[in-house]
């Protein structure tokens, strides 16, 4: 049974280009959220999505960022035009439920580092 | 908006003692939900407990538990014969009840040492 898979593990992007993060949520598990955690801080929500629908995104900055979760294949996090400030760790988790109390089972995480 | 605050960047203690890590929190919301996360230098984010604002038990999980004090809001983290493999950094992160749509608010974290 495997846990969330989150690939790559570690992206380089040159500033100017595209940055691609997967994720496979938990088998059975339709909802997915997407961190950002920045060097000596905490995770960040950033958006919160079902199956084909974006519920929340309220944490997404409002330009060069998108997410999708397809009816089949996994969720993708789409960063445009990366500059320095991207740079991060971005932790996928996915959930069963949309109760609060539903633990919500993470990845390793995606280093991102713009160079 | 909710704010959680860990006001301890770092904390040291030696194996098999025991440890408190705070965690104080701000929420208008009267039903919600408290975790504590720890992210070894792997960077698996792995839950260790888990608190229901609406219990005024408080949780434990083996070695593991905390202090909630619902109107102070605070939820503090005990460890209790401290091990080597507790090292890493531990997250204290709130989560109202009404549903997942805000996902979890996280503090900035406590880096946790185990002197051997």
């Known amino acids: 049974n495997a846990g969330v898979m989150q690939n790559p593990r570690h992206l380089v992007r040159r500033r100017g280009q595209e940055a691609r993060l997967r994720c496979s949520p938990m088998?059975?598990?339709?909802?997915v959220y997407w961190y950002r955690q920045l060097p000596e801080e905490g995770l960040k929500f950033m958006v919160y999505?079902?199956?084909?629908?974006?519920?929340?995104e309220s944490g997404m900055p409002k330009e060069r960022f998108s997410a999708e979760f397809p009816k089949e294949g996994p969720s993708i996090l789409r960063i445009q035009q990366v500059v320095r400030g991207d740079s991060a760790a971005y932790f996928c988790?996915?959930?069963?439920?949309?109760?609060?109390?539903?633990?919500?089972?993470f990845g390793q995480g995606t280093r991102l580092t713009v160079v | 908006a909710q704010t959680v605050t860990q006001s301890q960047p770092e904390m040291s203690v030696q194996e098999a003692e025991t440890v408190t890590l705070s965690c104080t929190y701000d929420?208008?919301?009267?039903?919600?939900?408290l975790f504590w996360y720890k992210q070894p230098p792997s960077r698996q984010m792995i839950l260790v407990i888990r608190?229901?604002?609406?219990?005024?038990q408080n949780a434990t999980e083996n070695r593991f538990s905390v202090n909630f004090q619902k109107a102070a809001k605070s939820f503090s983290l005990k460890i209790s014969d401290s091990q080597l493999g507790d090292a890493a950094m531990y997250f204290c992160?709130?989560?109202?009840?009404?549903?997942?749509?805000?996902?979890?608010?996280f503090g900035k974290g406590t880096h946790l040492i185990i002197q051997p």
């Open positions: 988790a996915s959930s069963h439920a949309y109760r609060g109390d539903t633990e919500a089972f």
């Open positions: 088998k059975g598990h339709s909802h």
């Open positions: 999505l079902q199956k084909e629908n974006i519920i929340d």
């Open positions: 929420t208008s919301e009267s039903d919600y939900y």
């Open positions: 608190q229901e604002a609406y219990k005024q």
């Open positions: 992160a709130y989560r109202r009840a009404g549903g997942g749509a805000d996902g979890l608010t």
